[in-house]
Each structure stands twice: as structure tokens, then as C-alpha cells.
């Protein structure tokens, strides 16, 4: 493992595969521990002169908890060997389980906040907006259908971002 911080403007990555086909962590920390959740809905782009990326957390996750108690989360990306880890992680939740050990992921910190050995990319961010999914802005009522039958609307994070690691 040799985390090596980069510039988002070296990052080359297609973020609409890498997120919505190869998917990410989400990760934070609170207190002494961390949760880890799979995600494969969210952005990255540039607002109010910052980089930026942006997350979608249902009330109902754990990592929840961990993301509103932490001023800072990441995103990882892994390549390609680590599908099975990443659904594993995408389907149990740490309230249930020691899932991070149960897939053999080796937390790292980096930044006060914590990514994973095994990710080929880190992302910190720092938490700069919070808001919720409100039923009555959505302008289709197809995606309230498909998406939200129980109204668990996502809470969206925006955040920072404050460094970059390359694991080389
Ligand atoms: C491919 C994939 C993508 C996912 N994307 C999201 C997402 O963007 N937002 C979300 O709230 N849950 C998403 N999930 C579900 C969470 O990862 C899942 O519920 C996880 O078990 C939550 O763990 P936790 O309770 O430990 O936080 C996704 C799951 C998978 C498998």
C-alpha cells in the first residue's frame, strides 16, 4: 500500500463508469469506529469554486450515522477483483455485523478520515452541504414510484474535496 496524493485535475477516471458500473465506498468515522457502505449513485464536479463530490445516504444505513457525525468522509474506488468484497459490503450492514473484517478489508486513516488498503483510489472530502429528497420537487412521478416505494428519500451530502490519494 502507497497512498500518493494527486491533483483532481490528474484524476483519470470516467465517473460515470467508475461510480455507476464499478461503484465506490462511502466511509467514515465516529468515535473509535468506522462503517463502510457500497454506493453506486453520486457525482463529481466543480461549485462554489471548490472541487466537489456529491453522495446519496438512505436514512435507513448505518454508515449514516457515521458520515452526520463526522465533518469529513471518503469515497475509495477499487479495481475490478474486488466486486464480490464491494457487494458483499452493499448488502449486510456494520450495525449487524464486522463486515470491513468479514471481507478482509485493512482500514487505513489518511486525513483524520479512513479508506481501505485494498482501494486503488481515495477520495476525503469535507462535508460542506446536507439536504433531503423532498417529495414535492420531484418533477417525475415515475422516479418517487421506482425509487422511493417506502419514502426513504436519500439524504445528499456535498463535500469538499481535500486530497486526493493514487494507491501506486
Ligand atoms: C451496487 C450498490 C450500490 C448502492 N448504492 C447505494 C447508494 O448510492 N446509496 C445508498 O443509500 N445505498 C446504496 N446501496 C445500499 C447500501 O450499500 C447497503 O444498504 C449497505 O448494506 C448499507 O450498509 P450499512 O448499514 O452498514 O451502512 C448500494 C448497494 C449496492 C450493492
Not at 474506488?77 to 464491494?86: Q, T, V
Amino acid at each position: 500500500m502507497n497512498f500518493q496524493q494527486i491533483e483532481t485535475k490528474d484524476l483519470m477516471m470516467n465517473p460515470f463508469q467508475k461510480i455507476s458500473s464499478e461503484w465506490m465506498l462511502i466511509s467514515a468515522k465516529k468515535e473509535d469506529k468506522i462503517n463502510t457502505m457500497t454506493a453506486s449513485w453520486g457525482m463529481v464536479g466543480h461549485l462554489w469554486g471548490k472541487d466537489v463530490v456529491q453522495v446519496f445516504i438512505r436514512p435507513q444505513r448505518y454508515t449514516k450515522e457515521f458520515v452526520d457525525n463526522s465533518d469529513t468522509f471518503t469515497i475509495s474506488f477499487f479495481d475490478g477483483n474486488y466486486k464480490k468484497e464491494l457487494g458483499y459490503l452493499g448488502s449486510k450492514s456494520g450495525r449487524d455485523e464486522d463486515k470491513i473484517a468479514n471481507v478482509n478489508f485493512h482500514p487505513v486513516e489518511i486525513n483524520d478520515a479512513v479508506t481501505f488498503e485494498e482501494a486503488s483510489l481515495a477520495i476525503v472530502c469535507k462535508k460542506a452541504y446536507i439536504d433531503e429528497f423532498k417529495e414535492e420537487n420531484f418533477l417525475n412521478e415515475a422516479d418517487i414510484e421506482k425509487w422511493y416505494p417506502t419514502k426513504d428519500y436519500h439524504t445528499c451530502y456535498i463535500g469538499e474535496i481535500v486530497n486526493v490519494y493514487a494507491n501506486k
